[in-house]
C-alpha cells in the first residue's frame, strides 16, 4: 500500500487530472475537516479527500486508487455511529456530498432515485406531495445520506413495522472495488441472479461505493395515532410492550426512555414528560383509520392493565412531534447530564428486556458509571447511553468495560453487537464473540469476490482481514465433454 | 455387485447414504448416490466427504421445483434434506422462529398457529420445504405486505461445499452485524452451499380477512382497478390480477385485520372496485398457485408498477399473436404476474412468444425468466434472459464453490 509522501502526491495528481484541481483536497487543514465521523473518539486525518461530481468521476476516483494500490473509504454525511466511515492515514476519503440530486420521484411506481448525498428526510420532503414518503427514519434523518443509510442498512424508530433500509432499496449503481459500475435490482422487483444487492446493503462500504439508489416510496397512512404512557418502573412499560405484541397488534412504533433518559431530555428539549416517571413508552399506530381507531383503544388500555399512571394522547401533528422530540434528541441530551458520553446500540431478545436491564443498573451500580437506557422496545434493539467525565482518572476505561459488557449480556441472551449502528471500526473487535472463525470467513469469501485486493473500507467490520489469493482449486479431474454440459455422459 | 468404495467412503461420514434409485434423479439427470443428513453435523461431514472426493452435488428437498432453473451438467450425489426436519425453536414472545430446512412449510403452522401467529410466506407449489421456498425466493399474494424471503429470513446456517458450517444473521429481527449471507443464499438455487436452518421473523395472524373480487372483461382494465386501489390507503395485504386464457379476469384484495377495521376497509374496496364487487372470508379458486399444472410452461413476468396495466394487456396481445393461450395470475399490487402455457405448446412458438415477452418487460422495467418448462421449449429459450451483475455473481460462485460442484449449471449464466 503506498504511503510515501511522494505516492500520494503522483495520486493526487491522477486525481485532479481524473475528476478536476477543485475535487480534490490535499490541504492538511482542509484535510483535518473530515478526519472523524460520528463517532468522533476515533481521527484519523486521510492522505486526500476526493468529492466527485457523479458516478464517472466516482469511478475515476476508485480506478486511480486501483491503479495506486491505495485504499478508499466512502462517506457520506458522516453521521455514522459506529466508525464506518473513519478515514485512513494512507488512503482517499470519497466523499458524496457533491452527488445530491433527486433524480426523480415517480408515484407511480412507488420509487424514487436519489444520488447517494441526498439526505434521508428530503426524499420524504419530496415524496409527500404526492401523498408518500421513505419510511427508514434514523434518528439523524435531518442529516445523513441516503448512501450512508445503504452503507449501514439503518434502521430509525418505525423500522418495527417498516423494516430497514435493505427492505427498501431497490436498486443501486455501484462502483466497485476494481472501478467498474454496475447496476443491481432496479424498478421492478425479483431480479434474476443472486441477489446481490441484499448483500450490498449493509456492507459497510467494504463491497463498492453506491452512485445512485432507487428507493421505495411508502404511501402515507390514512391516520396517525400516539401516545405516551408513564410507568413507575422499566419492568411496567415492558411488560406493556409485550402485552401489546401479544395481542397481535403490530404498532408503527414503541419507543421507551428510562429515568435518567427522560431526565436528560427534559434538561435538554423541555418535552415535557409526566413527572415521576421511571419510565415512559411512545407507543405510535398508523394505518386506515377504522383499523387504528380500533388498536389504539386496545393498545391504551393494555397500557393501563400494566400500570400507566398517565397516558397522554396526541391531539395533533404538534403534540406528537413534542412526544417525539423528547426521544430523538434524547442521545445529544445526555451532554447536559455528563460531560461525555458513549451510545451503545445493542439488541436482546425482547422478552429479555426486564432481565437484561437489571444486569445493566447492576454493571453500572459495581463500576460507578452511571447508563441512561433509551430504546426500540418493540424489537429490543437497545441504546444504552454509557456516561462518564473523560477527566476522572480511570472513568473512561469503566465507562467502555460498562459498554462492552452491555454488548456481552446482548450476545449472552441470544441477540447482537448491533441493531442499526453498524460494525464500523468500533465493533469489529466484538465480531469474534457473536461468530465463529468460520462464520467471518466465510462472509469474507463474499468480500474476496467484490474486493481481492482488500482496498474499500479496510479495517472495518472484520477484526482480522482474510488474504483473498487466487481462486483456490481449480476444477481438477473433469472430462472436457462433461464441462460442455453433456449429460449422458452419466 | 462389486464393492463401491466412494460409497463406502460416503458412508464413512455419515450412515445416511444409499445408491441412487431410477426416481432419484435432478431435473432428468441421475444420479449415483443419495444422502440424508438428520442435523447439520452430518451434512457438513458428508460434503466433506463430497469433496474429498470430488463429487458433484445438488440439493433436494420436497422435489416441487427441481424442474426449474436447468438441469445440473454434472451429478453424483444428491443431498435430500427431508430428515432435516423440525422447529428447533419458536420464541412466541419475540415473534421468531428457527426451523431445519427441511421441513415442510405446509407444516409450520401446527407449531405456529396455536400462538396466534404465522410465517407469512405463500407456498405456491405445496409439498415444499423451507429450504427449498428459501433457495427458490418462491412468494405469492402476501408479499405485498409481509415480503418475501429476504424480508423474512432473519439468520441462517450453511455449510458450505468444503463441509465448513457457517451462520449469518442471529435470531433478533434488527440486526446488522456483519453480511447478510442469508439474502445471499435466497434464491440462489443452491449453488453457494446447503441451508440446514433458518431463522424467521413471524407476524401475527389477523383476527379477520376480507377477499373483495370484480370480475373484469380487459386486462387493462383489470390493471387499471389495481392501480386505483393501490393508490388508497387500505394498507391492503395482496392486490391480484387472475386472468385465464380465454375468460374474465378477476381482480381481488385481501384485507386484514380487526373486525371493525376489515369490515370499513372492504366496503371502501367494494366502492374502488366498482358495483359488482363482491367479497368473502375465503379465497378465489387458484389463490397462492401457480397459473399452471406440471409439465406446462411456467414463466415469471415482472414490471415497474405503473408498467403492470401494459404488461397484462401486452402479454395477452403477444399471446394471441403467437395463437398461445396464456394464463396470467399474479400480485399487480407489486409488479409480479406469473404466467402458465400448456406444455403441449409448439416449443417454437413458445420461444418466440418469449422473445415478445422479453421485449414487452423489458419496457416496463421487468425481466421475463422461464421458471419451467418441458425440454424441448428449454432446448429453444435461455431460461434467465438478461442478468446484471453477472460478472459479479461469478466470482461471488468462484469464492463459495471455486470447483463448481454444487448444482453447476442451474443457475443463471450457466453458473
Known amino acids: 500500500m503506498s504511503t510515501t509522501t511522494t505516492d500520494i502526491d503522483a495520486l493526487a495528481a491522477a486525481l485532479r487530472a481524473a475528476i478536476g484541481a477543485d475535487r480534490v483536497i490535499s490541504d492538511r487543514q482542509e484535510l483535518r475537516t473530515y478526519e472523524c465521523d460520528g463517532l468522533a473518539q476515533y481521527k484519523v486525518i486521510p492522505a486526500l479527500v476526493a468529492l466527485p461530481a457523479d458516478a464517472e468521476q466516482c469511478a475515476a476516483v476508485v480506478r486511480a486508487c486501483v491503479a495506486a494500490g491505495t485504499p478508499f473509504v466512502a462517506r457520506g454525511s458522516g453521521t455514522g455511529l459506529s466508525g464506518g466511515a473513519l478515514p485512513r492515514a494512507d488512503g482517499v476519503l470519497v466523499v458524496a456530498s457533491q452527488m445530491r440530486d433527486i433524480l426523480e420521484i415517480a408515484p407511480d411506481d412507488e420509487r424514487a432515485v436519489v444520488q447517494p448525498g441526498v439526505i434521508n428526510l428530503a426524499v420524504t420532503r419530496a415524496a409527500t406531495p404526492y401523498g408518500y414518503y421513505y419510511a427508514p427514519d434514523p434518528s439523524s434523518q435531518q442529516i445523513c445520506s441516503i448512501g450512508g443509510n445503504v452503507a449501514e442498512n439503518s434502521g430509525g424508530a418505525h423500522c418495527l413495522k417498516y423494516g430497514f433500509t435493505t427492505n427498501h432499496v431497490l436498486g443501486v449503481e455501484l462502483v466497485t472495488p476494481d472501478g467498474d459500475r454496475v447496476r443491481l435490482g432496479g424498478r421492478a422487483p425479483d431480479a434474476p441472479g443472486y441477489d446481490l444487492l441484499g448483500a450490498f446493503v449493509g456492507s459497510e462500504g467494504t463491497l463498492g461505493i453506491a452512485t445512485e439508489v432507487t428507493v421505495r416510496l411508502t404511501r402515507l397512512p390514512e391516520s396517525v395515532r400516539t401516545l405516551l404512557a408513564a410507568f413507575e418502573t422499566t419492568d411496567q412499560a415492558g411488560a406493556a410492550t409485550s402485552a401489546i405484541i401479544a395481542a397481535g397488534v403490530v404498532p408503527a412504533a414503541v419507543e421507551m426512555m428510562d429515568a435518567l433518559a427522560i431526565e436528560a431530555a427534559e434538561a435538554a428539549v423541555h418535552c415535557g414528560y409526566p413527572p415521576g416517571a421511571g419510565a415512559v413508552l411512545i407507543v405510535e399506530l398508523d394505518g386506515p383509520e377504522p383499523e387504528v381507531a380500533a388498536q389504539f383503544a386496545q393498545v391504551e388500555s393494555l397500557c393501563r392493565e400494566n400500570r400507566a399512571f398517565e397516558i397522554r394522547i396526541a391531539a395533533d401533528d404538534a403534540e406528537r412531534a413534542l412526544f417525539w422530540k423528547g426521544r430523538k434528541s434524547a442521545f445529544a441530551a445526555v451532554g447536559r447530564i455528563s460531560p461525555d458520553y458513549i451510545v451503545q446500540d445493542g439488541v436482546i431478545p425482547r422478552t429479555a428486556l426486564s432481565e437484561v436491564l437489571r444486569r445493566i443498573g447492576e454493571l453500572s451500580a459495581e463500576r460507578g458509571i452511571r447508563v441512561a437506557n433509551v430504546f426500540h422496545a418493540g424489537d429490543g434493539n437497545l441504546h444504552p447511553l454509557v456516561l462518564f467525565d473523560a477527566a476522572v482518572d480511570g472513568e473512561t476505561v469503566r465507562a467502555e468495560e460498562v459498554s462492552g459488557a452491555i454488548l456481552d449480556l446482548c450476545i449472552t441472551h441470544g441477540g447482537s453487537i448491533t441493531g442499526e449502528h453498524g460494525v464500523g471500526m468500533d465493533k469489529a473487535k466484538y465480531m469474534p464473540r457473536m461468530f465463529t472463525d468460520d462464520d467471518l470467513d466465510t462472509m469474507q469469501l463474499l468480500r474476496c469476490a467484490f474486493d481481492p485486493d482488500g482496498l474499500a473500507n479496510p479495517g472495518k467490520v472484520f477484526p482480522t482481514p482474510r488474504l483473498c489469493g487466487e481462486v483456490p482449486g481449480r476444477r481438477k479431474g473433469l472430462h472436457p465433454a462433461q464441462e460442455a454440459g453433456l449429460a449422458e455422459v452419466f | ?415
Open chain 2, 1 to 415: 455387485m462389486p464393492a463401491d468404495r466412494t460409497l463406502d467412503q460416503l458412508r464413512a461420514a455419515a450412515e445416511v447414504v444409499r445408491t441412487a434409485g431410477e426416481h432419484d434423479t435432478i431435473d432428468g439427470v441421475p444420479a449415483r448416490y443419495v444422502a440424508a443428513p438428520r442435523d447439520t453435523g452430518q451434512a457438513a461431514h458428508l460434503l466433506r466427504a463430497a469433496a474429498a472426493l470430488d463429487l458433484a452435488v445438488t440439493f433436494r428437498g420436497g422435489g416441487t421445483k427441481q424442474d426449474w432453473g436447468s438441469p445440473p451438467r454434472r451429478l453424483d450425489l444428491i443431498l435430500d434434506t427431508t430428515a432435516l426436519t423440525g422447529v428447533v425453536e419458536h420464541a412466541a414472545g419475540d415473534l421468531i422462529t428457527v426451523v431445519r430446512a427441511g421441513t415442510r412449510l405446509d407444516e409450520l403452522p401446527a407449531t405456529l398457529a396455536g400462538a396466534g401467529q404465522q410465517l407469512a410466506l405463500d407456498a405456491p407449489l405445496p409439498g415444499g420445504t423451507v429450504g427449498g421456498a428459501v433457495a427458490t425466493n418462491t412468494s405469492g399474494p402476501r408479499r405485498m405486505l409481509y415480503g418475501t424471503v429476504r424480508d423474512l429470513l432473519i439468520g441462517v446456517t450453511l455449510v458450505r461445499v468444503d463441509g465448513v458450517v457457517a451462520h449469518a444473521g442471529g435470531k433478533v429481527v434488527k440486526n446488522v452485524a456483519g453480511y447478510d449471507l442469508g439474502k445471499l443464499v435466497t434464491g440462489a438455487y443452491g449453488t453457494l452451499g446447503l441451508i440446514t436452518e433458518c431463522a424467521f421473523r413471524l407476524h401475527p395472524l389477523p383476527a379477520t380477512v376480507a377477499y373483495v373480487s370484480r370480475a373484469v372483461d380487459d386486462l387493462a382494465e383489470a390493471g387499471r382497478l389495481a392501480g386505483t386501489v393501490r393508490a388508497a390507503q387500505l394498507a391492503p395485504t395482496a392486490l391480484e390480477v387472475d386472468a385465464p386464457a380465454g375468460e374474465r379476469a378477476m381482480v381481488t384484495v385481501l384485507l386484514e385485520g380487526t373486525p371493525a377495521g376489515v369490515t370499513a376497509r372492504a366496503a371502501a374496496a367494494r366502492r374502488l372496485l366498482g358495483a359488482d364487487a363482491t367479497e368473502a372470508d375465503q379465497p378465489p379458486e387458484g389463490w397462492a398457485r401457480y397459473p399452471w399444472r406440471d409439465g406446462d410452461v411456467g414463466l415469471k413476468l415482472t414490471a415497474a408498477l405503473s408498467g403492470v396495466p401494459r404488461l397484462l394487456s401486452d402479454a395477452r396481445a403477444a399471446a394471441d399473436r403467437h395463437d398461445l393461450p396464456l394464463a396470467l395470475r399474479g400480485s399487480a399490487g407489486v409488479g409480479v404476474l406469473y404466467a402458465g402455457l400448456p406444455g403441449a405448446s409448439d416449443p417454437e412458438r413458445v420461444a418466440g412468444l418469449v422473445d415478445a415477452l422479453r421485449a414487452t418487460t423489458a419496457a416496463v422495467g421487468g425481466h421475463t425468466v422461464v421458471l419451467t418448462a418441458p425440454a424441448p421449449v428449454r432446448d429453444r429459450v435461455d431460461p434467465w434472459g438478461p442478468v446484471h451483475g453477472l460478472e459479479l455473481m461469478r466470482r461471488v460462485k468462484q469464492r463459495f464453490d471455486p470447483d463448481a460442484r454444487l448444482a453447476p449449471g442451474r443457475f443463471v449464466g450457466g453458473i
